[in-house]
């Protein structure tokens, strides 16, 4: 059988399998507020999404969808994107007080990791394998955004502004791109990531014509998984660009998502909902 023919029935077979694809409530409806936004997986398997029960918390949730604040975050601060960098480090993007949080996981101790005053509102963050920190910053008042790159040593520093607004964001697996969403106008960007930390040749990755993109994440595979705001899907695209496959969500307003740590299932936060829906892949 040609090479051609065996890659289309693959194709076939694929796009077959994933209509099968069903998600389900991992926790209650209206245990988070409709800020739920997040999440992230820890070395243990638990994973963490902001706003459990109320405003500017950080909700910890068992692998049993069993759900219980985490910490209360400090000075009226309230999270949107959560990243790990080293096994116990937690970082959290705090929109209100323009900073990144880290938090210690064995003390809960929280401090303040960079602030920048010029950042409209610190909002998804991705951890390169080198441990930099990038992070998209959406003005929504007028459709733009800009795009940080944040060190300990160096803080916020800008790499691009009068963008659309930034939204998703996310690292590939080997550390050598960067993607970033921009939610009302559609499209995906992709960066080369040099040795420094700094970005080049930026392309076009894919667009949509519809609806709006949120948070995203890579699999194992580096396939990128982005959440289709109002449409109430999550769209799989190959590294290449190529849209794969759409998984149907019970809610119609996922805002970020997560793997479990074996991949074989990912984690959805849905805002018109309060809650996590869970997807066995």
């Known amino acids: 059988m040609k090479r051609s023919i065996i890659l289309a029935l693959l194709l076939m077979l694929t796009i077959s399998c994933s209509q099968h694809l069903q998600s389900s409530?991992?926790?209650?409806?209206?245990?988070?507020?409709?800020?739920?936004?997040?999440?992230?997986?820890?070395y243990a398997g638990n994973i963490y999404a902001v706003n459990f029960e109320e405003?500017?918390?950080?909700?910890?949730?068992?692998?049993?969808?069993?759900?219980?604040?985490?910490i209360k975050l400090p000075n009226g601060s309230v999270g949107n994107g959560i990243r790990f960098g080293e096994k116990n480090q937690m970082f959290v993007a705090d929109y209100i007080n323009h900073n990144i949080l880290e938090i210690d996981l064995r003390n809960k101790k929280i401090e303040i990791f960079a602030n920048e005053l010029k950042a409209n509102q610190p909002n998804d963050i991705a951890v390169s394998p080198n441990k930099t920190l990038y992070a998209s910053d959406p003005n929504w008042s007028n459709n733009t955004g800009k795009l940080w790159k944040i060190t300990k040593e160096k803080g916020f520093e800008?790499?691009?502004?009068?963008m659309g607004t930034t939204n998703g964001i996310e690292v590939s697996h080997d550390g050598r791109k960067l993607y970033v969403n921009e939610s009302v106008q559609r499209k995906i960007w992709v960066y080369d990531i040099l040795e420094n930390g700094s970005l080049k040749n930026k392309r076009g990755f894919i667009?949509?014509?519809?609806?709006?993109?949120d948070g995203m994440r890579c699999d194992e595979h580096?396939?990128?998984?982005?959440?289709?705001?109002?449409?109430?899907?999550?769209?799989?695209?190959?590294?290449?660009?190529?849209?794969?496959?759409?998984?149907?969500?019970?809610?119609?307003?996922?805002t970020n998502i997560t793997f479990s740590n074996d991949y074989k299932k990912c984690y959805i936060t849905i805002a018109d909902r309060g809650c996590i829906e869970v997807v066995k892949l």
């Open 25 to 42: 409530d991992f926790t209650k409806e209206g245990s988070f507020t409709d800020g739920i936004e997040g999440p992230a997986t820890d």
């Open 55 to 70: 405003q500017g918390t950080i909700g910890k949730i068992a692998s049993n969808g069993e759900g219980s604040v985490f």
């Open 158 to 162: 800008l790499l691009e502004e009068e």
């Open 207 to 213: 667009s949509f014509e519809d609806f709006g993109l």
């Open 222 to 254: 580096g396939n990128i998984y982005v959440c289709r705001y109002g449409k109430g899907t999550i769209a799989v695209i190959s590294p290449a660009g190529k849209l794969l496959k759409e998984i149907e969500l019970k809610g119609k307003k996922p």
